[in-house]
């Protein structure tokens, strides 16, 4: 017994090795902390210019007081003091950036913020322009959107396979275009995202396997959707009042074409018309909370092979 005990254990021991390679590869938690802090910087889908933090006031028609503008201006001086404090960054560039400026202007914006006339706007303007001239610096600000895109898709991930996303294709991409960022040169940060990493990836790992010949209308999308309820409407506009196109089970596939908020997602159904006997293929619109969804590789490749024939 003994031999065959030390067998098994062996074989555990093999197996929870295995399994621990599998998923050592993970965002850190430092990384995902500056993902997450990075929803606060914003700029102006318009202009491009940050925005910088905008106080509430509840005083109404006695916002011209004094006083109130005062608390108001404090309150803006202080996020904007606080957010340029906390900001955390991945490219080692930035990073070394970043520390130069808070050492040079953190305790000038300090004093200011607490010993000039708040209520004065030409020492508000003058406050925020010296914290906030590094938002517009074209290396940080385009670090700081790059991490807005990548925090963006991973929560979307977590709401549509909860289970599964750490070992989609997605996740590993955004893991390595994190990973490239570090030592990535200034100049070349906006030309960092997940998407063109994802096909690189896909790319990669399907050499030397053999693609199906079988043209279904599955294969060159790049998700496929499924249904996980039992039954599931798939209608004709994205609301509960909209036509019913037909009735998909519990399963049963459909493709990708875009997610048009929380609730919606636009798809391409191939389904069979007892009326006329045949399938029919019908773009339309089902509710995302019934639905989960697996990556199709078939779509990246194609996505390539035509990219080189061009």
Partial sequence: ?????????TFILIFVQGEAQNYQRSISYEYLEILTLSVEYSYSNSSGAY????????YGHVLNTLQNRYETNHAIVSAEYYKLKELELINSYNRDLLNSYRNERL????????????SNSGNVSRILEYCCEIYSYPSIK????????????????????????????????ILSVLEKLITCPQGDIGKLNWESVEIEMSSRDNIG????DNNSVNELIGYVIHVK?????????????????TTLSKGQSMDYIEELNDEWIKVRVKYWNSDTNTYNIVDGFVFSEYTNYSHNQRMVEEMLRLQQRD
Avoid: F
Avoid at 107 to 118: E, K, P, R
Avoid at 229 to 244: C, H, I, Q, Y
């Fill in 1 to 9: 017994m003994k031999p065959l005990a030390l067998l098994i254990i």
């Fill in 51 to 58: 925005q910088p933090h905008s106080a509430y006031s509840s």
């Fill in 107 to 118: 305790n000038w914006i300090y004093q200011a913020g607490s010993t000039w006339d708040l």
């Fill in 142 to 173: 385009k670090e700081l959107t790059l991490l807005k895109s990548c925090n963006n898709e991973i929560n979307r991930l977590k709401r549509t396979n909860p289970d599964g996303y750490p070992m989609t294709l997605r996740y590993r991409s």
């Fill in 209 to 212: 396997q053999n693609s199906s």
């Fill in 229 to 245: 309820s039992d039954k599931l409407n798939l209608r004709n506009a994205a609301s509960t009042k909209s036509e019913v196109i």
